[in-house]
């Protein structure tokens, strides 16, 4: 699968990027949810986004959102240390990766995604 991560943290981007570079993936990340917008709408050919939700430009959500009007299509996966059901709440968005987390969470995430 092609994966985007985004995390304005680089060494969680680039941890996360190595565990799923293991099993195969080709895996992109960036640090900047701006410039993530920017990325997908000139290429629309990820299967998944890994998200962080709190960030400095703007939201996981605000990403998820501005994303969606285009690619619809798209799953996304927010990781946070925040409590989960506070990110469901806030975002609708069903599948977290819990900060810290470790490659069986990572595992589960994948494998309960619709693709």
């Known amino acids: 699968m092609k994966i985007l ?8 981007a680039f941890l996360l990027s190595e565990i799923l570079k293991i099993w195969g ?6 640090n900047s949810p701006l410039e993530a917008v920017e ?7 990820y299967d998944i986004v ?3 939700f709190v960030m400095d430009d703007m939201t996981g959500k605000d990403l998820i959102d501005e994303v ?9 996966v927010i990781t946070t ?20 987390f470790k490659m069986d969470n ?8 619709p693709l």
Not at 39 to 44: C, G, M
Request: hydrophobic share 35%; net charge negative; glycine share 4%.
């Open 68 to 76: 969606k009007k285009t690619q619809p299509e798209l799953h996304f």
């Open 81 to 100: 240390a925040l409590p989960k059901e506070k990110v469901i709440g806030d975002t609708g968005i069903e599948h977290i990766l819990e900060k810290p």
């Open 25 to 30: 993936h080709d895996v992109s990340t960036l």
């Open 39 to 45: 990325q997908l709408q000139k290429d629309n050919t």
């Open 106 to 113: 990572v595992k589960q995430i994948l494998e309960k995604l």
């Open 5 to 12: 991560i985004v995390d304005d943290d680089a060494s969680i």
């Open 50 to 52: 890994f998200t962080d």
